[in-house]
């Protein structure tokens, strides 16, 4: 008779390992706090510091230009995209990070020092649009390079975990953005937030910036690119063989995000002003309330990976993405109620969703694209992604409310996202266990999805 099998213990992380899991983790929560503090000043101060004359004729429009601000950084992600994608193909992983990484913060800090537009005139919001310009730029090179550190170091078994550390960047600089903003708005009044207040978070991305860039600084090059550089095959020019080669991953990477990014920016951004300004509710409790949402989704986006290790990164990607467009519309209802439990409690709940079509990913991103041209494939398509995705939707979703009074109508936009990514995702072939390395090869057609 045999004896029973029994399973291999998991092979403890090496020093190595450990170091990119905090290094992609520390400098992707660096980067969105940085991203996400912008946003959610431009729902809460921005508008009657830097717009304010275009409220004179159309009451509202200063808000609107506001939150499209968020938005315009968007348009520029492509171009950060194709210079890191490029020169993270050719000259290393690491090297595009920490680029990244520094050019984020000065922009950010230097959003902290500017004048606004009773001080310098016009010059004040045309000069902040370019700093948003430039957080554009620096977050389009960024996401790809933290995923394909973390997904290239890691076990194969253990690749959606892996990736999930730079997808929890999110939640976490959002954690961070709403906790400063929330003790700020706590210590402080309506008047001297209003004044000074708010500049402090942008200040404080200097400090948070200088750690990032230790930690950065002390992590290997990906072993794939080491790999790369000992068979001199990488591509003279990734971006072009990228879009001769896979343009159907690059379409299928961009509208699989879709439905995640505008879903994920109602929470970052819209749902904030929505609850203060149409639902009166109190600032401090809002903020509270994102806070949590936060922490939930944090913790589904981890989870999220580490499901995708076991049941595949497509089937993951689909419970998360059904999950979402069924909580839609009770979503708004419970918002609707203008209690604050009832508020905090649906915005957590979308969390869950959020985070089963966000930790696996980088995973699957990586694993969808050949090594010459991963970083170029996987940071093009996030930033074209969330283009359509997140870029307009808190602008949207005011625009929606403004012209039908219903925020279920928000909530319909959603839906009809997340059933356009649910179809992508479903039109991708499981990546699970793919060959990662130089000789390996990664899908290059779509088919059905294993179960």
Known sequence: MSEPHTAAPRRRLSTEERKVLASTLAGTSIEWYDFFIYAQAASLVFAPLFFSPLSADAPGLADLISLATIGISFLFRPLGAVVAGRFGDRLGRKKMLVFTLVTMGAATTLIGLLPT??????????????????????????????????????????????????????????????????????????????????????????????????????????????????????????????????????????LIFVANNAAGYLVIAYFLSYGIETLDLARSSVLVATVLAAVGWLASTLYGGALSDRIGRVRTFQIGYAFVFVWMLPLFLLLDTGHIVA?????????????????????????????????????????????????????????????????????????????ISFAAVTAVRETKGVDLGVTGSAPTRSAEPTS
């Open 343 to 419: 508020f905090g409690g649906a915005i957590l709940v979308l969390t869950l969703g959020l985070g089963l079509s966000y930790g696996p990913m980088s995973a699957l991103y990586a694993e969808m694209f050949p090594a010459p041209v991963r970083y170029s494939g996987v940071s093009i398509g996030y930033a074209f992604g969330a283009i359509l995705g997140g870029a307009f939707a808190p602008t949207l979703a005011e625009l929606l409310m403004q012209k039908t009074g219903w925020s279920g109508s928000i909530g319909v936009y959603i839906m009809l996202l997340s059933v």
């Open 117 to 254: 537009y009773g001080d310098i005139g016009v010059a004040a919001p045309l000069v902040l649009i370019l700093l948003r310009v430039v957080q554009g730029f620096s977050a389009g090179g960024e996401w790809g390079g933290a995923a394909l550190m973390s997904v290239e170091h890691a076990p194969v078994t253990r690749r959606g975990l892996f990736g999930a550390y730079p997808q929890i960047g999110v939640p976490i600089g959002l954690i961070l953005a709403t906790g400063v903003l929330w003790l700020l708005t706590t210590v402080t009044t309506t008047e001297q937030f209003n004044t000074w207040g708010w500049r402090i978070p942008f200040l404080f991305s200097a400090v948070l910036v200088l750690l990032g860039y230790l930690i950065r600084r002390a992590v290997e090059e990906s072993p794939v690119f080491r790999e790369m550089l000992r068979r001199r095959k990488a591509s003279s020019a990734p971006l072009r063989d990228l879009l001769r080669r896979n343009p159907v991953q690059v379409l299928l990477t961009a």
